[in-house]
T-cell receptor, first 110, second 108 residues
Framework: DTGVSQNPRHKITKRGQNVTFRCDPI?????LYWYRQTLGQGPEFLTY????????KSRLLSDRFSAERPKGSFSTLEIQRTEQGDSAMYLC????????FGSGTRLTVV | RKEVEQDPGPFNVPEGATVAFNCTYS??????FFWYRQDCRKEPKLLMS???SGNEDGRFTAQLNRASQYISLLIRDSKLSDSATYLC?????????FGAGTRLAVHP
């Protein structure tokens, strides 16, 4: 385990479908973050877990978004009833102090 | 006002040039500060942490002024491989807050 792993790397979905992304953090990191990044912008914070507890959610995370981290290990981010505005790169990061990012999942909603 | 603001890019510089990026942040309670580098269509990667005393890593020097809420990054002797987007990052209580990034293009 040399880094943060995300899959899938790319996802194309039709508007209205549900999608789920997975993140496997660095094993000794207890903090896990989800971010979203669109072209020309820095990553925007979505949510944060310390171990299995979800401690903070951004107001960007509408009711259609849900994240889980069962047992404090891997995490999933689900988007229900996708909209075109959900198209973005979804980045997962884990940390002790500075964060290490996964390669991201690029979502395209058509 | 954005929580972290950076110089708008792009910066186009010749190889060997010295280039400086600036960043300001709005939350005086911010705890830690970083510069990340992001290559096109890749994830952000930590370049260096930023300390109040200033710190240097090879050709890169970072400075923090807590009183002015200002962070800087200086790159000396630019290389073609330095071409990337540089993200100024501030840690709040639970999360990292990113600036929009400044694009650097180093040309021969």
């Amino acid at each position: 385990d040399t880094g943060v792993s995300q899959n899938p790397r790319h996802k194309i979905t039709k508007r209205g479908q549900n999608v789920t992304f997975r993140c496997d953090p660095i094993s000794e990191h207890n903090r896990l973050y989800w971010y979203r990044q669109t072209l020309g912008q820095g990553p925007e914070f979505l949510t944060y877990f310390q171990n299995e507890a979800q401690l903070e959610k951004s107001r960007l995370l509408s009711d259609r978004f849900s994240a889980e981290r069962p047992k404090g290990s891997f995490s999933t981010l689900e988007i229900q009833r996708t909209e075109q505005g959900d198209s973005a790169m979804y980045l997962c990061a884990s940390s002790l102090e500075a964060s290490t990012f996964g390669s991201g999942t690029r979502l395209t909603v058509v | 006002r954005k929580e972290v603001e950076q110089d708008p890019g792009p910066f186009n510089v010749p190889e060997g040039a010295t280039v400086a990026f600036n960043c300001t942040y709005s939350n005086s309670a911010s705890q830690s500060f970083f510069w990340y580098r992001q290559d096109c269509r890749k994830e952000p990667k930590l370049l260096m942490s930023v300390y109040s005393s200033g710190n240097e890593d090879g050709r890169f020097t970072a400075q923090l002024n807590r009183a002015s809420q200002y962070i800087s990054l200086l790159i000396r002797d630019s290389k073609l491989s330095d071409s990337a987007t540089y993200l100024c990052v501030v840690r709040g209580y639970n999360k990292l807050i990113f600036g929009a990034g400044t694009r650097l293009a180093v040309h021969p």
